[in-house]
C-alpha cells in the first residue's frame, strides 16, 4: 500500500492513499472535517443531549488516529469516561505516525504521548490511556467481525468513499452497525450520499441530513429509534 503524508488546507496534516487515489481526510482540513462530523455532531451531540456518565463508540476505520486523539480530549476535557473501540484491517505504522501533526492543534496536555500510545498501543487488548479514556484496536475486517447487540451509543463511520470502498457501504454492514447500535444511539458519517440515507431508512433509522464540514454540503447523522 502507497501511502504519503500530505497537508490539508487548515494546515492539519493526513495521509494519501495512492492505490486509492484518496486522502484519508478532507482536503479542505482534516482537523475541522473530524471536530466537525465526529465531535461537534456525534460525541457532543450526544453529550449535551443525554449527559451520560460514559459512553461506548465504535470507530469504523482508525487510519490516522485522529478521530480517537479528539475523542480522548473530549473524555478529559468533559470528564465522562470514553470505551473507545476501533477496527482497522490495514494500520500505518509508527514511521508515518509519527508524521502526523494533530497533537499541536489539540489543546491537550501530552497531546504528543497520547497520540503515540493510540499507535503504539497492542492489537485485539483494551489498553487504559486515562482514566476516562480506554482504547481497543481490532484488527480485522468490519466483514468478519462479530458484534454484541445494542452495545455502542455511538458509530463514527469514517470508511473511504463508497466509490473507493463499496463493500464498506453494502447494506449487509449496514445492518450488522444498526443492530450493535444501542436503542437511541447514533451514527454520524461524513458520507451524505441518497443511497446510503435511503439504506439508513430502510433499516428503521431517523436520517438527519446536517451541513457538512468546509468543502462539504452535508454531513449524515442516523438515530436508532
Known amino acids: 500500500m502507497s501511502l504519503q503524508i500530505i497537508q490539508t488546507k487548515d494546515g492539519s496534516s493526513s495521509i494519501f492513499n495512492s492505490d486509492l487515489n484518496e486522502p484519508y481526510h ?13 465531535i461537534k455532531n456525534g460525541l457532543d451531540y450526544l453529550f449535551q443531549k443525554s449527559q451520560p456518565d460514559s459512553i461506548s463508540v465504535f470507530e469504523v476505520g482508525l487510519g490516522t488516529g485522529l478521530n480517537a486523539l479528539l475523542s480522548l480530549a473530549f473524555a478529559i476535557q468533559n470528564r465522562v469516561k470514553i470505551h473507545y473501540s476501533s477496527i482497522e484491517v490495514f494500520p500505518i505504522d509508527s514511521v508515518l505516525a509519527a508524521q502526523l501533526n494533530y497533537p499541536a492543534y489539540i489543546e491537550l496536555e501530552n497531546s504528543f504521548d497520547y497520540f503515540q500510545k493510540i499507535h503504539s498501543s497492542a492489537w485485539n487488548e483494551k489498553k487504559s490511556l486515562h482514566h476516562y479514556f480506554d482504547l481497543l484496536k481490532i484488527q480485522q475486517t468490519l466483514q468478519s467481525f462479530t458484534f454484541d447487540q445494542n452495545k455502542y451509543g455511538l458509530f463514527f463511520f469514517d470508511a473511504f468513499a463508497p466509490e473507493k470502498q463499496p463493500d464498506m457501504w453494502q447494506m449487509n454492514v449496514l445492518k450488522k452497525v444498526t443492530d450493535a447500535l444501542k436503542p437511541n444511539g447514533f451514527l454520524v458519517t461524513y458520507c451524505a450520499k441518497g443511497q446510503l440515507r435511503r439504506d439508513l431508512l430502510s433499516l428503521n433509522l431517523k436520517v438527519e441530513k446536517l451541513p457538512g464540514p468546509p468543502g462539504k454540503r452535508e454531513m449524515i447523522r442516523a438515530i436508532k429509534v
Do not use: C, L
Open 26 to 38: 478532507s482536503i479542505h482540513g482534516a482537523i475541522q472535517e473530524s471536530r466537525h462530523v465526529f
